[in-house]
Nanobody
Framework: QVQLVESGGGLVQAGGSLRLACTAS????????MGWFRQAPGKEREFVAV????????SYGDSVKGRFTISINNAKDTVYLQMNSLKAEDTAVYYC?????????????????WGQGTQVTVSS
């Protein structure tokens, strides 16, 4: 499986911005889609965004549409999540995921890889 390392989390005021990064290593040739999920305390893990390795097919969860943007830099094996107009309810641990296709990233299975997560805290 591919190894994923997230970075860029932190504390930001409501209305502010953060950019998360997730760098893949290992079996990257088997990775064709990457995405972001988040999990707030006491809540289930929630889909945030997904993108194909070619940079197409970007899709977003309803709660972040129009505020977050996912992008990918193939040369650096890195996917980014630009988060603007942050709200207190965006506070969560953000996880990067990778898989051989978008369906696997979204639905799971043994081919989906996870990063260790990065904390994002938005103060109101």
């Amino acid at each position: 499986q591919v190894q994923l390392v997230e970075s860029g989390g932190g504390l930001v005021q409501a209305g502010g911005s953060l950019r998360l990064a997730c760098t893949a290593s290992g079996r990257t040739f088997s990775t064709y889609a990457m995405g972001w999920f988040r999990q707030a305390p006491g809540k289930e893990r929630e889909f945030v965004a997904v993108i194909t390795w070619s940079g197409g097919g970007a899709s977003y969860g309803d709660s972040v549409k129009g505020r977050f943007t996912i992008s990918i830099n193939n040369a650096k094996d890195t996917v980014y999540l630009q988060m603007n107009s942050l709200k207190a309810e965006d506070t969560a641990v953000y996880y990067c995921a990778a898989g051989p296709n978008v369906r696997t990233v979204l639905s799971g299975g043994i081919s989906r890889s996870w990063g260790q997560g990065t904390q994002v805290t938005v103060s109101s």
